[in-house]
């Protein structure tokens, strides 16, 4: 029986090692499949932060609309089979396989690329190209893994619309080590002629979105829409929402904390440029679809009691957002706040660290078991000695020991600072007798 270790295995067999952006090996690659990515419209989401929840909003109104949508988004949680969804689901790692193996073999008769063969992303986006093609997908809603310009996802040959998340520091060594830089990678993939969205959270960004844009295909979020009477709670937010093309009163998403409220947004902005396209986004259509969006591990409840929240933001802008939603969710409310905090060596864990310090909470230093790149939960915690918690209780090489000991101390327990601790404890937790699942805990 086939299963996704299967197919990791057959495609890390022939990937080249490590991230290496261009395009030049899935440009030769492609065509050898017969341009899966030409098949279908896409919408195209690259940043830094937000780039998922957007997709997510966007792939669920399009579904509510009616459409055959797929998904691809990465990195995946707890298994690979989530990088790409059709209808809402996953395919069957049998599927993929398959796929993969297709891919594979086109990659094997070619003598440039068995000499040069696509890292892993590429193969595997190959593949996700092929099963959208085998869906007849109506449309897909592609999230660019690294940068923009050199991304595997840039090869979209019909791209209905272009959506810039929030922008910030991250993958210096790739995209540049200025906000200006890693914004030009960003922006590249604008496309001549088809709709342009940007956030617009950093306002020194905006006049550089304009110079990718042809004249009158750019908006700006922070500028052109508007966004008002805004509610946040554990259930969701609430907010009235305006645009060309698009109004909304009382929009609702099943998605907590006030950076969602701009992530919607954003999806918002890129619907009502895309209604021209798909009849079928209606008003209705996409109340419904911004209500039915998911996203695990995003400021997700997985637990009601003891209140256990979950939250892979691992740069310095995500944390700070992340920070900013907990204090106005359970700060000031005379309730105690753990933080169990998981980085990897390579992240800016000391500014990390300096925001998560300033919620007055106790810290639980842990690890992801048996991944090398996870800095040590006793590094962890020396690096966190010299702030002042409320409580520091050391480290954890077992993050479930971690949650247990910051339960039974606090309030709320933040577990959060890495996607792949994330993935390692969502499904642990949510086997647990006392995981009560609330409706953000489903896929």
Known sequence: MISFDDVEKLIAAHASPGIRPGLERMERLLPLLGNPQAAYPAVHVVGT??????????????E????????????????????????????????????????????????VLREDPPSYFELVTAAAFLLTREEKADVLVAEAGLGGRLDATNLL???????????????TEYLGDTLEKIA??????????????????APELIPLFEEFCAAGRGLVVSRDARVGSAEVSEEGCVFDFAAPGLEL????????????????????????????????????????????????????????SPLIVLDGGHNRDGVAKLAESVRELWGGKGKKIGVVYCVMKDKDYPSCLNILNGLD????????????????????????????????????????DAVERASGENDVVLVCGSLYLIGWIRPRLLSLHFSEKSPSAQR
């Open 49 to 62: 932060n937000g780039k998922g929840s957007t997709c997510a909003f966007l792939a669920s109104v399009f």
């Open 361 to 400: 909470a106790s810290f639980y230093a842990t690890c992801v078991p048996g991944m090398e790149r996870s800095l040590t939960a006793s590094a962890l915690a020396e690096e966190a000695r010299r702030l002042t918690w409320r409580s520091a209780a050391g480290a954890f090489e077992n993050p479930l």
């Open 249 to 304: 009163k009382r929009v609702r998403t099943g998605l907590i904390g006030r950076y969602q409220v701009s992530n919607a947004s954003l999806a918002l902005v890129a619907l009502s440029r895309l209604r021209g396209r798909f009849e079928r986004l209606t008003d209705s259509a996409v109340r419904e679809g911004m209500s039915a969006a998911r996203w695990p591990g995003r400021l997700e409840i997985v637990s009601r």
């Open 184 to 201: 030009r990678e960003k922006f590249a993939v604008i496309r001549p002629g088809v709709p342009a969205c940007y956030l617009g959270d």
């Open 157 to 171: 040959s019909d791209v209905a619309c272009t959506a810039v998340a929030s922008i910030s520091t991250d993958h």
């Open 64 to 111: 509510a609309a009616g459409y055959r949508t797929a998904l691809y988004t990465s990195p995946h949680l707890e298994s690979p089979g989530e990088r790409l969804l059709a209808g809402g689901k996953p395919l069957t790692p049998e599927r993929w396989f398959r796929a993969a193996e297709e891919t594979v073999r086109r990659l094997t008769e070619d003598a």
